[in-house]
C-alpha cells in the first residue's frame, strides 16, 4: 500500500513514547497507535522532528518503525531526513521493507538557493531510489530553507516519486493557492498537499486547497472532524470546533515546549503513560501545567473530549 | 513626561498611514492616533518595525514624530533602532526634543555571543546619552537575537535608563516569570515589561507578571479591555473576550502579511483612509480579504466593535 | 562620465578618514584621494563596507562623496546599500548630481530564494531610476545572499543599467568562468567583473575572466601592477609579485579587524593622517600592530614600496 | 594513552579514502595513515567534517576507527559530533573501546546564547561520561556559533575531561592571546590550543600561544617543521617556510571545493590511490586541477616536497 497523490485527510504526526528512564516505552507505543486509529486518522508520520527521531539510534528507528506499521491499517509514513545520505538511504530502505508507504524528506538547513535545493532532492532521490513515495516538508521557521511554489513545483515534476507536499510555511495559505492555480494552467501534476504548523491555520488552509493535515496537536479526532466539516462545506461549523481549541493549539504551537505541552495532553488523554521525552528536552514548569488544564477547562465547555 | 519603570496598560504600536502614491497621509495620522486614543491606550510606540519606519527619510520619521507626540496626551515612545549608531543619535536626539516620552532599541540581527549585546547596548547608551529613558526590544523571531534572561538582568542593571522591555520572544511564558523571579530575589530593580507578538499570548503572560501588551493589533480596545480584566482578577472575562477575538489575533500575526491585514482592519474601522503601505510591501489577495471579513464576521458575534 | 561594462583595472574601496575624535577629516580625505589616483587606480568605490557607510549621516556621506568627486579625476563608484529604499533613492540621486559614475547595490542579509533576489533588485532599479548605472556586489560571507550565477545573469539581462558585478564570492574562481561562458554561449551580455575579497585570489581571478579588482587591499600600487602583468601576460612576475603581499593581504582579511590592519597601513603610506575609525570599530592590539609591521619588513624584502 | 592537556605538535585531520564508487577504499586508509606518521604528526583526528563523516554509516565510523587506531603509534582523536546525544555516545563510547585517545564535539548550528553552549557541553559530558578526554571544536565559520573565550573558560573550568581547544575562529589570533592572559592570571587551568582553519594563520598563531595545529593541509611536513622551528624561535626561517606554502594554503582552504583540492594533493603525493569522494562532493575542474599544478610548481621552488 504505497503513498500516491490522492492522500487526503489527517496524517498525524507520532510522538515517541519513552520511560522516565529514557527508554523506548513499547506499551505506549502500541497504545498510542491505537489511540490515533480510533481518532479515525487516514493515516500515521512517524520520526519527525516531535517524534524526537534525532534521539534515536538506527536500530532503535527501525524497531519503532516496526512496532508502529505492524499494528496499524493505516499508511505509514517515515520521516528519514538525516546529515548524510547514506544514512538516509539505510532508513528509507529499511522501512519500506518493513512496509511503510512512503518517507518524508526535510531540506538540510544549509540550503539557501534553489538549485542547491533542487539538487539536493535530485541527489536524495537517486541514493533512495525512484520507486520509494516522497512527501517533501517546507517548514521554513524551524528548518530555515525556503522553497517557492516554482521550487516545489520543479521538484514534483521532475521527480514522479514526490507523491506530497507537508506544507508548514507560515505565512501559508497563498502559497496553497499558488500550487493548486499551477495545477489548473496545468504545469503542475497533482498533488496531495497536508498542512503543518500544528494546525493553526487549518480552518483556512483547507479552504485554499489542502487535502487534509498532517500535524501532531494532540487532539487529532479534532482534526479530523474539522477536515470532514470543511470538505462537507460546513463552513460555520468547521469554525465553530476549531475556534474552540484554538486557545490549546496556539500554546502548543511554541517552539520548544510545544512537544511537552502535546505529551502532556495525550497522558491525560490516556494515550501514553509517561510524558517523559529523551534527554535533552525542554520541560513544563508547574504554572504551565496548570495553564494547560484551564485551557483544556475551558475547551472542555464546547467540546466534551476535553474533560480531562 | 518622561518613561519610567512603572509604565503599564496597553502602548499601541502605531501603523504609519500612507497615501495611495506612497506620501505620507497626516490627515490619517491625526485621526489614528485619536482612534488610539479613544481605545484608551497608555501609551504610543510609533517607527517600529509595523511602523514601516525603514522606508522613511530622516526628515519623515522626525516630521512624524512631531505631529503624534503634539497631537497625543499620552507618552509616546519612538523607535531609534538604526544601522549605525549615528543615525540613532540624531533620531534620539531629535525625538526626545519634541517631547518623546523614551526610545526603543532593537538589537541588530548580526550580534550572537552574550557579551556582543552586552556591549551594544553600552555602545547605545554611551551614544545617546543615559538620560534618555529607552526600552529593550527583545524580539528573536524577527530579529534573530536570543537575549537570555540574565542578558536583560545585565543589560537593566547596567544602565538606570532602561526602563522597559517589550518581551516578545517566543515562547516567552517562562522568560517573564524568571525575570520577576529575579526581582523577587533582589537581583533586578523595577522594569516594566510590556508584551508584544501581537498580543497572541497576553492572556497568560499578565498572570506570568507582564504590566500590559504593547503591540499593533488592530483593536487596541480589546487588548486594554483584556489588560483591565486581568489587573481585576476577572479570569474566566478575560479569556472570553481573547478567545473571541483569537482566530483574527493569529490571523494578523502572520510574518509579511500582517502589517497588510492590519491596516485593512484599521481602515475598516474608520482610522485610517488607506491601508497602502510604501513600497515594498505584501499585498492580501481577495481571498485575504474575504478571509479576514469572515473573522470579523464572526468575532461580531461576540464583540460588537468587530461589526464594520 | 557613467559608468559601463567596459570598465576595468582596478577600483580601489577606499577607507573614509576619520579624527581621533570621530569627526571626518576633510585634510586626509583630499590627501586619500591623491594616494589612490597616484597608485594608478582606473576608479574609486566610496561608502562601502570598509568605508564604514553605516556611521554616516546622511549629509555627510553626500559631503565625503562631493569632495571625492571633485578631487578625482577617475570614475567614482558609490555604494547606496540602505536598509529601505527611501533612503537608497535619496543617496542615489544625490550623487549621480554630484557626478558620480555609478553605485552599488549590495542584497539585504534576509534575502533567501532566487525569485526574492530578482524582485529585490528589480524594486531598487524601479526607485533609483533605469538610467543610473549599477553594480551588484555579490558578497554572501558578509552578506549572507547567494546568488547563483543564473541569478545574476538574470539581473544583468532584466536590467541595462546593470553594468558591473562586484565578485566575492568564495570560493568565487568557477563563478568566474561560469559567467564569461554564459557571455561566449550568447546568453550574457558583456559585463565587467571586479574582484574583491581583499584581493585574496586576484591571481587566478584574472585568468579567470575577471577586468580587475575592487579592494580594499592597502597596497593598490601592488594590485595594479598585478592586474597589469596578468594582462600582459606574465603570468610568473605577476604571481610573484603577488605572493610577496600574500601574507599582508591574508592578513588584512580579516573580518571585523581587517579595517584597522588596513588604516593602520594606509596611516605608515602617509595617505591618512590618522588610522582612527567612527566608533564602534574594532582596534589593533600592540601585538597585533608588531605583527603587521613584521609583515611589512618581510614584504619589503620584495617590494620596496613596503618600505615604511 | 589518553589525549591531555600537555599535547602539542601537528595532530593532521585526516582524510576518508575512498574508491571511485564510493566504498571504503582499506588500503588507502593504511598507506595515508603511514603517510601521516612519516609526515612526523603528533597525533590524527579522524572523522571530522573534513573526513566526510556525515557520510558514513555508524557501523563504517567505527571500522574506519578500527583500522586507523590499530596502524597508527600516535594519539587518535575521533569526531564524535552528531545531531543527537545517542548517536555521540554509541560513537564515543566505541571508539574509546577501540582505544581512541580522545572524542572532539562541535556545538550544533542552533546554538546561539552562552547559556545554550554551556547547557549543550554539559550535556554532552553527562552523556559520553566524564572519564573521555574531549576537544572544542570552536569553528564559527562553519558552525556558527559563536563562543567567547570567557564561555570557553567555563566549559573548560566546568568540565576536567576537557583537555584540548581546537581553535579556528577568524579572526582568532586575540582570542589565543585572553585564553593564555587567562591561564597567566589563574582563572583557567592547563589547556591544549591546537589550530585550525587550514593553518592559514599558523605562523602568527604559535607566538600568539597555540601549542601547535590541527589541520588538514595537505603538507602536514611542512606544517610539522614550521611549529618546529617557531617553538625553536626561529622566527624568520618559519615565515620563509610558511610563506613558500601560503599560496597553496589559501587555495585549500576554500570552503566546499577545499577538500577536493586536498585529496588531490594527497593523491599526487602518493598517500591515497583516489582523490573521489563519497557523494555528494564538490568536482575540482580541469582548470582548478592545473591553477593546483601551478602552485605546486611554484611551492616546489622552495620547497622541494611539492615537486610531484
Redesign the interface.
Known amino acids: 500500500m504505497l503513498l500516491d497523490a490522492t492522500a487526503s485527510g489527517v496524517f498525524s504526526i507520532a510522538a515517541t513514547p519513552f520511560l522516565p528512564d529514557g527508554a523506548l516505552d513499547r506499551a505506549s507505543i502500541d497504545s498510542l497507535t491505537d489511540f490515533y486509529l480510533d481518532c479515525g486518522v487516514a493515516g500515521l508520520t512517524i520520526l519527525g522532528i516531535m517524534g524526537e527521531a534525532?534521539?534515536?539510534?538506527?536500530e532503535?528507528a527501525l524497531a519503532v518503525s516496526r512496532q508502529i506499521i505492524a499494528r496499524a491499517s493505516v499508511p505509514v509514513i517515515v520521516g528519514v531526513s538525516a546529515?548524510?545520505?547514506?544514512?538516509m538511504r539505510?532508513l528509507a530502505c529499511g522501512v519500506m521493507e518493513l512496509g511503510a508507504a512512503g518517507v518524508m524528506i526535510a531540506p538540510p538547513?544549509h540550503l539557501?538557493?534553489?538549485?542547491?535545493i533542487l539538487?539536493y532532492y535530485a541527489?536524495a532521490v537517486e541514493?533512495i531510489g525512484d520507486d520509494i513515495p516522497f512527501v517533501i516538508q517546507d517548514y521554513p521557521l524551524t528548518l530555515s530553507v525556503?522553497?517557492?511554489p516554482?521550487?516545489l513545483r520543479e521538484i514534483v515534476m521532475a521527480h514522479p516519486s514526490c507523491v506530497m507536499l507537508k506544507h508548514e510555511d507560515?505565512?501559508g495559505?497563498?502559497k496553497i493557492?499558488t500550487l493548486r492555480a499551477f495545477q489548473k494552467e496545468g504545469t503542475l501534476r497533482p498533488l496531495s498537499i497536508l498542512t503543518g504548523n500544528g494546525g493553526?491555520?487549518l480552518?483556512?488552509e483547507m479552504e485554499?486547497g489542502a487535502d487534509g493535515a498532517m500535524t501532531g496537536y494532540a487532539f487529532p479526532d479534532m482534526l479530523v472532524e474539522t477536515v470532514k466539516l470543511m470538505q462537507a462545506g460546513e463552513r460555520d461549523k468547521a469554525?465553530d470546533l476549531f475556534?474552540a481549541h484554538?486557545?490549546l493549539i496556539?500554546y502548543e504551537q511554541?517552539?520548544?515546549?510545544?512537544l511537552a505541552a502535546r505529551k502532556y495532553v495525550l497522558k491525560k488523554r490516556g494515550a501514553i503513560a509517561y510524558d517523559a521525552q529523551?534527554?535533552?528536552g525542554a520541560q513544563l514548569?508547574n504554572?504551565?501545567r496548570a495553564?494547560i488544564d484551564y485551557l483544556l477547562s475551558?475547551v472542555a465547555c464546547r467540546d466534551p473530549r476535553a474533560s480531562l
Chains 1, 2, 3, 4 share one sequence.
Open positions: 534525532q534521539k534515536l539510534e538506527p532503535e546529515p548524510g545520505f547514506t544514512a539505510s538547513p539557501r538557493t534553489d538549485e542547491q539538487t541527489q541514493v525556503q522553497m517557492t516554482k521550487v507560515w505565512p495559505l497563498e493557492s493553526l491555520f480552518d483556512f485554499r469554525h475556534d484554538l486557545p496556539r511554541q517552539q520548544g515546549i510545544g529523551r534527554k535533552p514548569s504554572t504551565a495553564e475551558r
